[in-house]
């Protein structure tokens, strides 16, 4: 039985979960196999053959189910957006679920099981045992988790809507909405041909909202909706020491050591409750709105538990995770020179590297950041270089740093006032049975900003993964119970959305 | 025709440096082959065999040579410490000559041949081509140099010292001294057991000096003398992040970023100018001499030739190199933190290392340096461990590091002004033919201390090698001009030496 665009009412709301669920514990096997054979698939920006099948396998997902689609390409070789569409008669809002399937690197040997193998184990830490899932009677237990690369970040997204869509068929549920689909391949690379291919198809990608498919849910495990996201841009440093590894007790004291340098410029660029002290860095910080202000407010205290979870004291700030993840970060992601342990010999490096990215909030831009940067660098006796120094270089400059800057792109926050705004968070909420977590930024990237600059709608996030998924990380995983979380959300706001 | 002890005056001094390189430029191939052959065996930490088997072949060069020898051990495995005793009828002073046989360790990945097959090459840059010193008519180029571990530090002094005797007996020259000879095999771990190998041996090694063949010569070429090192003492200090690498996204602000905290920390250190700013770690610093600042200033200015050589436009400081090694010294030898270049993760790492050596001057001590740093390490809430935190120890303190202390040693300056002392600068002077260098202190580290500590007799050093032999890195080297002249001074300290 088809039913009509009646929108759900509290009863009504409760009757699609109930049917979401039925048919979710009918089929667990069937998403998690699902979600194995994606994650499978080693689509990393160094996998261009894995890529390409990931896209190849996911046409083939909305093919089969009635979509209209396409790849679409800005430049010969990249990798594609899988672009689909389904008219839904009737509908008068037209929403693009947004996602993406490539996903981090893997350092190999830093994961317990190969990142393109999932395994299933009992929980997150190192007692966690595997799980033959597949030989499990009946219900799988919510707490298992799925290990591998991408597993979470982003392919849980995309196989919790194929089986939201699933099981709206299967009882007889019409979407509310115009369905539009954008999955992307080269998001963990930061994007580099998303918005050319946004602008190139326009007039395809046209609709009312943007839901974007990414991030964790609240740190409190409840089902969360959020209204923008910091935006990021990475950068490589070098510091230059001398031409050949030199016995550092000949001469240290003498010759200049760029793991000192090195260390010196971290701990000039932040002060210990992480505040960025170039100047001028952070002169383009939008205040947060009361709307804003009122929904971090209205969250669930997270932080004690996060403090047992992750095995530290306290936090950076007092202000609490929430607040300060509003905040522009400067983050240490790496930093190698010489040798340490075993291997550590008594030597002056001729080399320190500096890995950092900048998480961005609004109205901050990748360019500014660099300006800025470059500018206080200068002004404190650096020479800056995009190469490696020559001779001449080395004889009149005592601080060589080159600067080799990744792609970035700006944060976003949307209005979180607006009348698909407040429908979003409803919808969400009637298919939880309860209110939301609301958040106005993630502390994570996603390139909202982008969709909101090309097409001007509404841009509202839609995460549903797990937050302890060691994303970006080694041992990334995807627990069951965020997934089965996942399909009833995708469900709400495939069947129960309007305004 | 044996000539008795008349001591060498000018032109007998002269004398003497002729018949010595005679009899080298006679003897280059086979003084070479006897390098190569002892550089051959890997006589390193890793590889007891390979010490086994060098203490062997010295002990058998000793024999060969009519020294009494012994094999002295303190424990049961250790490499021993090859002995020699050969008395000079009618010498009233006996004087030991020490060196090591074992090497540094390697990383093969770094070095351009195997450490273990020496290859003679046409200088020390890239473009230096592989030389088949073996084949060539004659003399041998001596800017050509000998790459391979343990060929300059310390198996050249072994070798220029056997060479000098053999050429000394050619010439008919009696030995001016009553020699013995000590010739360790565990210095580059740090020398565990030389102390008690002395201590057991007191009466065996009597003597009223010890010469110390071990460090390179000035940086001008110059032959060189020294009168004492710098001590050292390492470090390998962890700073503990969150128990799982994070989203720096979702929690850089909030969660403690050990890399950052790492950094913080070496730049509290020690200042731009390499000073240590650890309170109380310089308080037992012994001023300079008149003596010592005069031989100093004495010193050829070498900085400009050395900043072309290593590539960098100036020193920490604008003393010069020889005076700031007068000073404690702070080595920042590794920094390891998350990942950079084509691994770098946007996450919070779980760790950070730092690994940091110490230079040590005259009256300091390892165990004042680790109560001194500790102390002010606990002053700024570290809160210092010998072993990885607890998750009592996680919950309870926000600043959490790991430190693990080497054995060290100190540091030792010998009176420039005794007998002894004088009478070693004017033997090598008069075997170069010209005044040496003369060096108050090394800044690398060799346990002269213990030899002065134990004994209570004069110890002066001996270098020998290049400067630019990259020692304790890969591709170490041995030039040969600084093997020729190693022999001639050897030669001198042994038959022209008396006071």
Not at 177 to 202: F, T, Y
Not at 208 to 226: C, E, T
Not at 364 to 391: F, N
Request: neutral net charge.
């Amino acid at each position: 039985m088809i039913l009509g665009l009646a929108l759900a009412g509290p009863a009504s709301a409760a009757e699609l979960r109930d049917q979401v669920r039925s048919w979710r514990t009918a089929h667990e096997a069937q998403v998690v196999g699902d979600l194995v054979d994606l994650t499978a698939i080693p689509s990393i920006a160094a996998d261009p053959t894995g890529v390409a099948a990931a896209a190849e396998r996911l046409q083939d997902e909305l093919r089969r189910r009635g979509f209209e689609t396409r790849k679409l390409s800005a430049v010969a070789g990249m990798p594609p957006v899988v672009y689909g569409a389904l008219a839904s008669p009737g509908a008068k809002r037209t929403v693009v679920f947004y996602a993406h399937y490539d996903g981090q690197p893997v350092t190999r040997s830093q994961w317990r099981s190969d990142p393109f193998v999932p395994v299933m184990r009992s929980g997150l830490g190192p007692d966690a045992h595997d799980v033959d899932w597949r030989a499990a009677k009946g219900r799988l237990d919510p707490e298992w988790r799925l290990f591998g690369r991408a597993a979470s970040d982003d392919k849980s997204s995309i196989v919790a809507f194929l089986a939201a869509f699933d099981a709206l068929k299967a009882a007889g549920r019409r979407p509310s909405v115009n369905i539009k689909v954008v999955w992307e391949g080269e998001e963990e690379r930061g994007s580099p041909h998303l918005e050319a291919v946004l602008r190139q198809n326009q007039a395809l990608l046209a609709s009312d909202l943007w839901l974007i498919g990414d991030g964790p849910v609240h740190q409190s495990r409840k089902r969360a909706i959020y209204f923008g996201a910091r935006g990021s841009v990475g950068l490589e440093a070098t510091i230059y020491g001398p031409l050949r590894a030199l016995h550092d007790g000949h001469y240290g004291n003498w010759v200049p050591n760029p793991a000192a340098l090195a260390a010196q410029l971290a701990a000039d660029l932040r002060d210990p409750q992480g505040r960025i002290l170039v100047p001028g860095i952070v002169d383009q910080v939008r205040p947060l709105t009361p709307a804003e202000r009122q929904a971090i407010a209205a969250l669930p205290p997270i932080e004690p538990a996060l403090q047992r979870e992750f095995g530290i004291a306290a936090g950076e700030t007092a202000e609490g995770l929430t607040l300060s993840t509003m905040r522009p970060a400067l983050n240490i992601r790496g930093l190698r020179a010489g040798q340490v342990g075993e291997e550590a010999a008594n030597a002056i490096p001729v080399t320190a590297e500096l890995s950092i990215d900048f998480r961005l909030v609004p109205d901050q831009t990748p360019e500014h950041i660099r300006a800025a940067l470059e500018a206080w660098l200068r002004s404190r006796g650096w020479t800056v270089l995009d190469a490696a120094p020559d001779a001449a270089a080395r004889a009149a400059h005592g601080k060589l740093i080159r600067l080799a800057w990744e792609a970035g792109y700006p944060g976003y926050r949307s209005d979180m006032t607006t009348p698909a705004a407040k429908a979003v968070v409803a919808a969400a909420s009637r298919a939880a049975g309860e209110p939301v977590a609301v958040l106005p930024m993630l502390g994570g990237s996603v390139p909202i900003y982008l969709f909101a600059d090309v097409f001007k709608t509404p841009v509202i996030g839609l995460p549903i993964v797990n937050h302890d998924n060691n994303q970006h990380a080694a041992n990334e995983n995807a627990r069951l119970q965020n997934l089965w979380d996942g399909i009833e959300t995708y469900a709400g706001l495939l069947a129960d959305l309007s305004w």
